[in-house]
């Protein structure tokens, strides 16, 4: 149970960490998810800065709960059963999705300590393998 009546970003930090830790996800995983550093997180669960709209959205959809709930704990705390169906798809994800996952984030951390013209290469790289890919996927 989440505990209201105090600072709204405490508050709303403690919603986001009781969802994470209701689906036995750590910070790392969730923040790979989120596509952000696991430490904003940290900062959103600790009340110390809250996550952009952008982000409510994200967690919403993972967690399969309102985005108003999410922000300001009120309302009704589940959205439709047709989007809570597919969030749980997505945390029923096989142990070869959860690896992917982290594999990603360990990607994305790896890409925050190279240079931007290193990145850009990456990118042009990584596109010109989905353009491959999807050219022999045709045939």
């Not at 959860?98 to 890409?111: D, M, P, S, T």
């Amino acid at each position: 149970m989440v505990k209201e009546g105090g600072d709204p970003k405490k508050e709303r930090g403690r919603r986001i960490r009781s969802l994470r830790e209701s689906r036995g996800l750590t910070l790392q995983e969730l923040a790979a998810r989120l596509g952000i550093k696991y430490q904003s997180l940290r900062e959103w669960e600790t009340g110390r800065t809250s996550p952009s709209v952008d982000n409510i959205g994200r967690l919403s959809d993972i967690f399969g709960v309102h985005p108003t709930w999410i922000w300001t704990g009120k309302g009704s705390k589940y959205i439709k059963a047709k989007r809570k169906d597919e969030a749980n798809r997505v945390e029923e994800e096989s142990p070869e999705a959860r690896r992917l996952n982290r594999a990603i984030g360990e990607f994305v951390r790896y890409l925050r300590t190279r240079s931007p013209e290193e990145v850009k290469l990456i990118h042009e790289i990584a596109i010109k393998i989905l353009e491959a890919d999807r050219g022999a996927r045709k045939k």
